[in-house]
T-cell receptor, first 108, second 110 residues
């Protein structure tokens, strides 16, 4: 069993829909990152969370440390949000364990 | 973006040849990482460095070596490339609260 599980693996939605991507992990962590990777592109850090909730534009990330679970939400989704979203946890100092990613496609 | 550049961005080589990938940063960050990304496996840590001449192995280090003789450069070497090392390689830098990734180096071993 992977230490970091993301769901769903693939998600297709229509423009404007509210999107939720989930990340569950099995180890104690000091922080969790959400990353975005566009097709053929590099990887960009969206959020780092150690507790609570963060918001940046249409993106919201939450984490529940007790339940070992985090969610990434996208409001008013747009085709440019189409990308792979990756959850990564930091179980120890400066080392990361990655989920396998969620491929999101937003159709116009 | 922490001034990260990777080179080369694309390389095709033959089995058994040595290959070196370079990660260069401009901001003197301490922690640098090499990952490989493969379909079905996500990102996996090959080696990382926590300072000049200080490196350690990750989960998929077999067949790879690294060197960091200067803060700004972290080199990944495949001493004798194999087809199983065909992958996209990403360099990353960790600073408090954030991660920065290079653009990736696509390596094909024929």
């Amino acid at each position: 069993k992977n230490e970091v599980e993301q769901s769903p693996q693939n998600l297709t939605a229509q423009e404007g829909e509210f999107i939720t991507i989930n990340c569950s992990y099995s180890v104690g962590i000091s922080a969790l990152h959400w990353l975005q990777q566009h097709p053929g592109g590099g990887i960009v850090s969206l959020f780092m969370l150690s507790s609570g909730k963060k918001k940046h534009g249409r993106l919201i990330a939450t984490i529940n440390i007790q339940e070992k679970h985090s969610s990434l939400h996208i409001t008013a989704s747009h085709p440019r949000d189409s990308a792979v979203y990756i959850c990564a946890v930091m179980p120890g100092a400066q080392k990361l364990v990655f989920g396998q990613g969620t491929r999101l496609t937003i159709n116009p | 973006d922490a001034g990260i550049t990777q080179s080369p961005r694309h390389k095709v080589t033959e089995t058994g040849t040595p290959v070196t990938l370079r990660c260069h940063q401009t901001e003197n960050h301490r922690y640098m990482y090499w990952y490989r990304q493969d379909p079905g496996h996500g990102l996996r840590l090959i080696h990382y460095s926590y300072g000049v001449k200080d490196t350690d192995k990750g989960e998929v280090s077999d067949g790879y070596s690294v060197s960091r003789s200067k803060t700004e450069d972290f080199l990944l070497t495949l001493e004798s490339a194999t087809s199983s090392q065909t992958s996209v390689y990403f360099c990353a830098i960790s600073v408090p609260g954030e991660l920065f990734f290079g653009e990736g180096s696509r390596l094909t071993v024929l």
